[in-house]
């Protein structure tokens, strides 16, 4: 008769595929996110002070975090810095994420223009929280 112990390592192996693949899909579109902010000026105006820094995300409570759970970055923005996490919604078929104090997205698309409208919302939302108009930000889709 197998043991809890037993049974957690079991589902821990049994979910190691599909929790790989969530992980480099979160990845990939926070890489994607990167870009869309580099890029969010225009074509050939390029924002040359983005960067990107991988993190753990403080909810996550387990290790390997479960399928669903969290993936997040700092993105430095000049002289600003953003905490972005992410994950799959698997029943909605997107990208759901948080960033900055109290704002979220959720996206179905990452072709490069719906990126880049994200990323504008983003900054416009960033904006309005320095100036002191937090009342603007909210849920972008």
Do not use: K
């Not at 809890?4 to 890489?31: K, S």
């Not at 991988?54 to 290790?63: Q, T, V």
């Not at 996490?85 to 990452?110: I, K, L, W």
Request: hydrophobic share 40%; with cysteine.
């Amino acid at each position: 008769m197998p043991t809890d112990f037993d049974l957690l390592q079991a589902a821990v192996r049994a979910t190691t595929e599909g929790r790989q693949g969530e992980v480099r899909a979160c990845e990939a579109f926070l890489n994607a996110l990167y870009h869309a902010f580099r890029h969010a000026n225009g074509p050939g105006l390029p924002l040359n002070n983005v960067s990107l820094d991988w993190a753990d995300d403080p909810g996550n409570r387990l290790r390997p975090v479960p399928i669903g759970g969290w993936r997040a970055a700092w993105f430095r923005l000049g002289l600003c810095e953003v905490y972005v996490r992410v994950r799959r919604d698997a029943g909605a078929g997107c990208f759901v994420g948080e960033y900055g104090p109290r704002a979220s997205f959720s996206q179905e698309g990452v072709g490069e223009e719906q990126l880049l409208a994200l990323v504008r919302q983003i900054l416009r939302e960033l904006v309005a929280e320095q100036e002191g108009r937090p009342g603007e930000r909210g849920t972008v889709n």
